[in-house]
């Protein structure tokens, strides 16, 4: 099976400006994950997506949001960029929502934000 | 709240040696789940071993096994016979519901 698909694998983009980040789950996964890594906080966990419904949504500003398709794909997307918001931003899929699954990691998209 | 707590930021291990990395969790909750995944450079995280909180016996799997101790709150992970490509950082992980929290991660460095 073909892993888990971010893009873009980088991203460049100013303050103010807003972003929506793309995430391809595992085929068969209906539940996806999105976190933010950066040195200093380290993981965090932003929300997780299962069969097009948030079910659950960390301490994340509003301007942070997400969707899921019917297909499983996801997208974030955070406005109003600020430079805090620079990070690794990963994607995790599984099959099931909660519990032990196991989640599957893709590479992540690197935001810089200037 | 529910926090985890990898207290070593760095450690390093010679080859073929065995180390043990550290993961203290605080919770309330009776029913959790905890992980241990690796993270490589510039490369993917992986999943390494995981542990029901509800089992008593320590998962193993292969090289790697936990020492899981519920009323300490504590979840180490012992590497045994080193090798180099274990060398990554090192997240402990704790989740409950649709919760997933993370440790700040060990850097583990393997001398050849």
């Known amino acids: 099976k073909a892993g888990v698909t971010q893009t873009p694998r980088y991203l460049i983009k100013t303050r103010g400006q807003q972003v929506t980040l793309s995430c391809s789950p595992i085929s068969g996964h209906r539940s996806v994950s999105w976190y933010q890594q950066t040195p200093g906080q380290g993981l965090q966990f932003l929300f997780e997506?299962?069969?097009?419904?948030?079910?659950n949504k960390g301490n994340f500003p509003g301007r942070f949001s997400g969707r899921q398709f019917s297909n499983s794909r996801s997208e974030m997307n955070v406005s109003t960029l600020e430079l805090g918001d620079s990070a690794l931003y990963l994607c995790?899929?599984?099959?099931?929502?909660?519990?032990?699954?196991?989640?599957?990691f893709g590479p992540g998209t690197r935001l810089l934000v200037l | 709240a529910q926090t985890v707590t990898q207290s070593q930021p760095e450690m390093s291990v010679q080859e073929a040696e065995t180390v043990t990395l550290s993961c203290t969790y605080d919770?309330?909750?009776?029913?959790?789940?905890l992980f241990w995944y690796k993270q490589p450079p510039s490369r993917q995280m992986i999943l390494v071993i995981r542990q029901e909180a509800y089992k008593q016996q320590n998962a193993t799997e292969n090289r790697f096994s936990v020492n899981f101790q519920k009323a300490a709150k504590s979840f180490s992970l012992k590497i045994s016979d080193s090798q180099l490509g274990d060398a990554a950082m090192y997240f402990c992980?704790?989740?409950?519901?649709?919760?997933?929290?993370f440790g700040t991660g060990t850097s583990l460095t393997v001398i050849p």
């Open positions: 995790a899929s599984s099959s099931l929502a909660g519990g032990p699954e196991t989640q599957y």
């Open positions: 997506y299962f069969s097009e419904t948030q079910r």
């Open positions: 992980a704790y989740r409950t519901g649709n919760q997933f929290y």
């Open positions: 919770t309330s909750e009776s029913d959790y789940y």
